[in-house]
């Protein structure tokens, strides 16, 4: 059996085990698909806890370093694994303070390194800020397909109007007047799989409120709607701003699961923040039911 730890950022749920335990699992996509799984995943036993979770993170700390520095791996429920999770990375680092004690990192994700820092811990509960590198909206950089020689603003892909941006991972968002009279997992799909998107997309729908912005996410490998979606609350606020719904750079972003507070400077990387939550520590067979364990 190995240890691991369940957090989540604004309910963007993960499981975490340290790389070197990381290491009995054969297969690290197929423990995600087992034990992500809402119905009978981790916790499905446990009083109190949510089953499943969003995905899983292998952390590699080396806290040598100044400041300490934390490789993050995501493997998704899907068995896949993203080059970056806005709302992973602030675990990340809310996981590595507990652990160090320190409050500053540098997280070395697929997208690059990113700058964490852990602002306070009360009742269990963090701050954490990141640095989500400067969203981009060139086709190179999205990905979009060949076809395309201009970035992807406002056009109708599959069911939605949508701007595509890269945050870290491939980000579509379509701005509709209530994100909650949309039927999300009936119409993303086709936007997710659309062949503008050689990477595939994350769908994202957004709508203004009060001053800021609703959120309702279909995460790619999660193949779902998830109650947050870190880099996708830093594509709703650079796309708020490119379609000019508002000039601000500190912006509020709302998914179901909390607020996000968004800084999107007009030079240099935006900064996600919000809140962490640390759910509870068990341990996990590391060959599971599918590999025949789990006895
Ligand atoms: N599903 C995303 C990765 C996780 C992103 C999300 N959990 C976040 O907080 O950024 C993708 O495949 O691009």
């Not at 030079?267 to 599918?290: H, K, N, S, T, W």
Request: hydrophobic fraction near 40%.
């Amino acid at each position: 059996m190995i240890p691991f730890e369940k957090y989540n950022g604004t309910d963007n749920d993960f499981v975490v085990i340290e790389a070197a335990d990381a290491t009995t699992i054969p297969n690290l996509s197929e423990f995600a698909v087992e034990h992500c799984d809402r119905s009978d995943g981790l916790g499905a036993d446990r009083e109190g806890a949510t089953t499943g979770a969003d995905g899983v993170l292998v952390l590699d700390v080396d806290a040598d370093a100044e400041p300490v520095r934390v490789e993050m791996t995501l493997y998704q429920p899907d068995g896949g694994t993203a080059a970056m999770c806005g709302n992973g990375a602030r675990v990340v680092a809310a996981w590595a303070h507990e652990r160090t004690g320190e409050t500053d990192f540098v997280i070395e994700t697929g997208a690059g390194d990113r700058a964490a820092t852990v602002e306070k811990a009360e009742s269990g509960e963090f701050v954490v800020s990141v640095e989500m590198g400067e969203p981009a909206f060139s086709p190179g950089d999205v990905p979009l397909a060949e076809s395309y020689d201009e970035p992807i603003i406002e056009e109708d892909i599959g069911e939605l109007t949508v701007t595509a941006v890269n945050t870290g991972v491939p980000h579509a968002v379509a701005f509709v007047e209530d994100v909650d009279a949309v039927e999300l997992d009936a119409v993303a799909p086709a936007t997710r799989h659309a062949d503008a998107f050689p990477e595939g997309a994350n769908v994202n729908l957004a709508a203004v409120d009060g001053d800021g912005f609703r959120q309702r996410t279909f995460e790619r490998g999660v193949e779902g709607e998830t109650k947050a979606c870190g880099t996708g609350a830093v594509a709703i606020a650079a796309v708020a701003r490119r379609l000019g719904h508002t000039d601000e750079d500190a912006i509020r972003v709302s998914p179901p699961g909390g607020d996000l507070d968004i800084r999107v400077p007009d030079e240099g990387p935006a900064i996600l923040r919000g809140p962490v939550a640390f759910e509870y520590a068990d341990r996990v067979d590391p060959l599971g039911d599918a590999l025949g364990g789990g006895f």
